[in-house]
């Protein structure tokens, strides 16, 4: 059996772990583009609904469906930057917030059309539906799987973003967008690329967690006020910083359905405001 | 022209010095304004003079020294206070309310200046000895026939006007002028002089700006900025005459009037 | 240039936007009319009229004073809730637990828009989101008082000024919300025409140029939060009242949504928006989602969509420019 201790640590992690991968691309397309997205969680929802069809429909393997439904959303979400968002670039606050309120309005009542209103039951395949024993402790193969998988993406996010050369322009746009558009970086593809990338390891995070976030219609709005904390807190633009922000408001709100159910997640929204006051913009701000 | 008439300075700093990062922009600033003075700051690009305007109105705050309004430390009073202490500006990059109407321009800030602007239930617009000033001032800098044109749609130049009217509302003792002829052809910049002609003779009035012609005529005492240090202050015909100036300044030539930091 | 005619004193059109014209007669009468022609709809127009004040609190937020809220349903659920928890507990005169509805979303408002204010941008945003959030969890556990999922049933309100019974055909609550919600018009009409309104269109254009004329910021802010509260907390009174029920919807995401769409598309900024973006959202919500709730919600996602592409401004933003269209023409 496990101590409440690790298992909140545990859960906690795995938690964050899908939290971050849904929100990573969040935080660097707001950041690059200045465009505030609460339409973000549409992408996740996707590969969710994705990987779910492509493995009880078609009978592929779990990782197979994955990858295929992350390619999907990512060309998606290439080609909505392309058609859509590209025109709300240097638009308001509101509109932007407007335009994907619309998105997100839209995107439920389609995938509500389309697979009907219940959760999408996930057929995990049998080497993750177990225990697995690590020194003293049985852990569950998926949550398990889950962190190593989302440490496996998070460390190859950060030689990328850290190390190529695909990285360093984002960085620069991101730190100045007109200076770096001087020095002849395609910002237009570049958004787009980012966009596209961004979008897809949402749906890998909407894949790999639907069996801690349930695939249904209403899944963009349920976890919105989720995806933009992990961002606002984490400040934007940043890689680290929403990985630090994901663990801490994953464990939070376990910690908090564990140890005060009664209180539901009073105490995250209540760390969330408190955060954000202290520092407005984000634990770790570029700008 | 050199003679001033009062010996207390309205406006003081000490060893004024302020750091961005490891970068001193403005550094070890003695400075002196006397009430109804006209003065000049000019230097090369990147001197430091929009900053030490920053530091003066309260937009930013000094690393070290101190900042003295009529003998009083106002180094930590904020921005919003120093205004009510008569401080008053105009910014490089044109800072307005587009959408709003010039007129209503003005009148914000002189309901601001006269402590109504807070008031709920009377209509804004018939306050009448508000409404009074707002119109006289739109008069004195000859935008009354665009009174009710937006901002924005305003030509850029009457742009300009229009800020320093704002300025004015709100009654400074001292007016600080950012560039007031920036992005003014050089032929019409002379509208700007006439009306720095009508200001008021108690106002002190500090202004940078690149158009050399316009500095020459309109300033008493000119003050040269380089790397953020006062390089050397004097009479317009000292300045000009002032072989180093020339050299670090004037010598460079054809400064067409842009962005120092 | 600087050649101007001596006289100063000049015509001053901005009066004519303060002025009572006949125009603004039009949603006063068209209420009235329902009344007299469309016997049985006054509980929907009740709902309306209880939006209408809600939008139109929001309308200051966002509309004048430039802050976007994604929270603006907290405090109209704390009135909601304010008012029915003092029903349920036998405190049930209309016009006192509303005006303690006022109070409590001022309050609130208070204690969260101190906060919030401080910041800008995408943490306002959050903030806003997150109080909404905040305030919904609590009332969600708290179920002694608010009966949680299930809602606070069962709670009646006594005669309205001691006089007129809450009836079963809703005709007082019709004629209340209505009468509450022409004092409120009245109310943030005169507000936005005031000073202190052009002072918030001031701070919404140019927050920066209204901190250098002296203006302080963060305390006109609050106060218009604190202001545009109490008004959210009166329209959930209102509601709380008029359906003799509060459910947890009331505090909900979905619903800070809902009036922010129908604000817009009524255009905000402009005081009669809120009185055509609520009319037309129910009944384009009453049309599409009569078959089914998904083809509403379609509905509302591709004219959201579409309204920010193709017509910023919504329905006034339309109209705006259709007549000065037809100005166009008919000038010479």
Request: proline content about 4%; overall charge neutral.
């Amino acid at each position: 059996m496990l101590t409440t201790t690790v298992t909140i640590l545990f859960f906690g992690i795995a938690y964050g772990m899908v939290l971050y991968l849904i929100s990573v691309g969040l935080s660097v397309t707001m950041g690059l583009m200045g465009f505030i997205n609460l339409a973000h969680g549409v992408f996740a929802m996707l590969g969710g609904y994705a990987t779910v069809t492509l493995m009880n429909q078609f009978g592929l393997p779990f990782f197979l469906s994955l990858a295929i439904a992350c390619l999907l959303v990512t060309v998606a979400g290439f080609v909505l930057e392309r058609t859509l968002y590209c025109r709300l670039y240097g638009r308001s606050e509101l509109d932007q917030v407007l335009f994907s309120i619309g998105l997100i309005f839209a995107s439920m009542a389609l995938v509500r059309m389309a697979w009907g209103p219940l959760a999408q039951p996930v057929q995990l395949p049998a080497y993750l539906k177990g225990q697995t024993t690590i020194g003293p402790y049985e852990l569950p193969s998926y949550r398990l799987a889950l962190v190593v998988f989302g440490a496996a993406v998070i460390s190859g996010l950060w030689l990328t973003f850290e190390r190529t050369l695909f990285g360093a322009r984002i960085r620069a746009a991101v730190d100045n967008g007109a200076m770096a558009q001087a020095i002849g970086i395609n910002t237009n593809r570049l958004f787009a690329l980012t966009f596209g990338l961004g979008t897809g390891l949402a749906a890998l995070g909407g894949g790999l967690g639907a069996d801690i976030l349930a695939i249904v219609p209403a899944y963009p709005l349920q976890h919105i006020v989720y995806f933009m904390i992990v961002v606002a807190v984490g400040g934007l633009g940043s890689i680290r910083g929403p990985f630090i922000a994901a663990l801490a408001i994953g464990l939070a709100d376990t910690a908090c359905q564990y140890l005060v159910p009664e209180m539901g997640a009073v105490f995250v929204f209540a760390l969330v405001f408190a955060l954000l006051l202290w520092r407005p913009n984000g634990i770790i701000s570029r700008r | 022209m050199t003679e001033i008439v009062t010996a207390v300075p309205c406006l003081e700093t000490q060893d004024l010095c302020r750091f961005f990062g490891p970068v001193r922009v403005t550094g070890d600033v003695n400075f002196t304004l006397h009430p109804g003075e006209r003065r000049a700051l000019i230097g090369p690009n990147g001197a430091g003079k929009t900053t030490f305007l920053n530091l003066l109105s309260g937009r930013l705050a000094p690393s070290s020294g101190k900042i003295l309004l009529d003998g009083l430390d106002i180094t930590q009073t904020s921005e919003v206070r120093r205004i009510k202490m008569g401080i008053g500006r105009t910014f490089q990059i044109t800072s307005l309310f587009p959408k709003l109407t010039a007129r209503q321009n003005v009148y914000l800030a002189v309901a601001e200046c006269e402590g109504i602007a807070g008031a709920f239930f009377r209509p804004a617009f018939s306050h009448a000895p508000q409404m009074e000033r707002a119109d006289e001032l739109l008069h004195r800098v000859g935008l009354s026939d665009v009174a009710e044109i937006a901002a924005e749609e305003l030509p850029y130049g009457r742009q300009r006007l229009l800020e320093i009217a704002v300025a004015l509302a709100l009654r400074p003792k001292i007016l600080l002028l950012d560039e007031p002829a920036a992005g003014i052809p050089t032929a019409e910049s002379h509208v700007i002089l006439d009306i720095l002609e009508t200001l008021p003779k108690e106002i002190a009035v500090c202004l940078i700006d690149h158009d050399m012609d316009l500095v020459f005529r309109f300033a008493q005492t000119i003050t040269v900025l380089v790397q953020g240090t006062v390089f050397v202050e004097g009479t317009p015909a000292e300045i000009a005459a002032d072989e180093r100036v020339r050299k670090v300044y004037l010598g460079e030539g054809g400064h067409d009037g842009h962005a120092a930091a | 240039m600087n050649q101007q005619p001596a006289s100063i004193t000049l015509p001053v059109p901005v009066r004519r936007r303060t002025a009572l014209t006949a125009l603004h007669a039009i949603p006063w009468a068209v209420a009235l009319g329902v009344y007299a022609l469309f016997p049985g709809y006054e509980p929907l127009a009740t709902q309306m009229f209880v939006m209408i004040l809600f939008a139109l609190s929001l309308d200051l937020l966002v509309g004048y004073a430039g802050i976007v809220t994604l929270g603006h349903a907290g405090l109209f659920g704390t009135g909601a809730y304010t008012a029915g928890i003092l029903a349920a507990h036998g405190f049930n005169d209309p016009i006192a637990t509303a005006l303690c509805g006022m109070g409590a979303a001022a309050l609130v408002g208070l204690l969260f828009g101190s906060c919030m204010l401080r910041t800008k941008g995408l943490a306002l945003l959050m903030l806003s989101m997150a109080s909404a959030f905040l305030l919904y969890e609590l009332a969600n556990k708290a179920t002694g008082w608010t009966g949680g999922d299930d809602g606070l049933q069962g709670i009646s309100f006594g005669p309205v000024l001691g006089l007129f019974e809450f009836d079963f055909r809703g005709r007082t609550a019709f004629f209340y919300t209505l009468g509450v919600l022409f004092l409120a018009f009245l109310f943030v009409r005169t507000l936005i025409n005031s000073p202190f309104g052009w002072s918030l269109r001031g701070i919404r254009e140019n927050d920066r140029r209204m901190g250098a004329i002296g203006c302080p910021i963060y305390q006109r802010r609050l106060t218009a939060y604190v202001i545009a509260a109490a008004l959210a907390g009166l329209a959930g009174a209102l509601q709380a009242q008029a359906t003799q029920f509060v459910a947890l919807h009331v505090l909900s995401f979905e619903l800070s949504g809902d009036v922010l769409v129908m604000l817009i598309l009524g255009g905000s900024g402009h005081l009669y928006g809120a009185f055509l973006g609520v009319p037309l959202f129910m009944f384009a919500q009453d049309l599409l989602a009569k078959q089914d709730p998904t083809n509403w919600q379609l509905g509302q996602g591709i004219i959201l969509i579409g309204m920010v592409l193709f017509a910023p401004g919504g329905m006034m933003g339309i109209g705006r420019r259709l007549m000065a269209a037809v100005r166009r023409r008919a000038r010479p």
